[in-house]
């Protein structure tokens, strides 16, 4: 089956520092990937995605590659800010596409960004 | 202007009552879908409808039955609550067109609570 793998948390950040999140994944076929983020008190937003091979998703500074030769889609983002604070998820959806598609997520990691 | 909405944000009740969840959606989305929050955040999906008709059911409890009255709304009911129930509930919604992958738009979350 499909599964995602993504780091271990939480992680806590001074406000300027580099940050990566390691996401990893399983699937039959062949998956689009997606990192969704959750603000606290709120539901989830995508924030980026890539649906092939060496595709870059971009997003509010956030930055990830679609890697099929290690199965990984790691986030990263050159200076972190406050306002980054939340849970973040590492996702897939494999075929089947349209209605039948669903998303499976990692465990989210919990990003604390301190002034 | 919500896009997807959900009633109520937070509901408390005891063990062995049985409680509904409403979701509407003002996106003109054909899919809708259900996904339990535990609490370690992880993130898993219960159900999806497309236009009223049931798609994804996944190994969910009997307990839990889900009803589309409209292609706009997908309400989640709950029989026999026991405690492991407690997480928070998200729904969401996606165009649902075949052949391709289709962001799925998440609402605020309903954070259930069993005594």
């Known amino acids: 089956g499909n599964s995602v793998t993504q780091m271990e948390g939480p992680v806590t950040l001074s406000e300027e520092a580099f940050l990566t999140i390691n996401c990893t994944y399983t699937?039959?076929?062949?998956?689009?990937l997606f990192w969704y983020v959750q603000y606290p008190g709120e539901g989830l937003q995508l924030l980026l995605k890539a649906t092939k091979a060496d595709d870059k998703g971009s997003n509010k500074g956030f930055e990830a590659t679609y890697r099929k030769e290690t199965t990984s889609f790691h986030l990263e983002k050159g200076s972190v800010q406050v306002s980054d604070s939340a849970v973040y998820f590492c996702a897939l959806s494999a075929p089947p596409t349209g209605a039948n598609s669903k998303l499976t997520f990692g465990k989210g990691i919990t990003l604390s960004v301190r002034p | 202007d919500t896009a997807v909405s959900q009633t109520p944000k937070y509901l408390v009740t005891q063990m062995g009552n049985d409680k509904s969840i409403k979701c509407e959606q003002n996106l003109g989305h054909d899919t809708m879908y259900w996904y339990k929050q535990d609490s370690k955040k992880f993130l898993k999906i219960m159900f999806s409808y497309n236009n009223k008709e049931l798609i994804i059911n996944e190994t969910v409890p009997n307990r839990f039955s889900p009803k589309s009255p409209d292609k706009a709304h997908l309400n989640l009911h709950i029989n026999s609550l026991e405690l492991g129930d407690s997480a928070v509930y998200f729904c969401a919604s996606s165009t649902g067109l075949a052949g391709r992958w289709n962001e799925q738009f998440f609402g605020p979350g309903t954070r259930l609570t069993v005594l």
């Open positions: 699937a039959t076929g062949y998956p689009s």
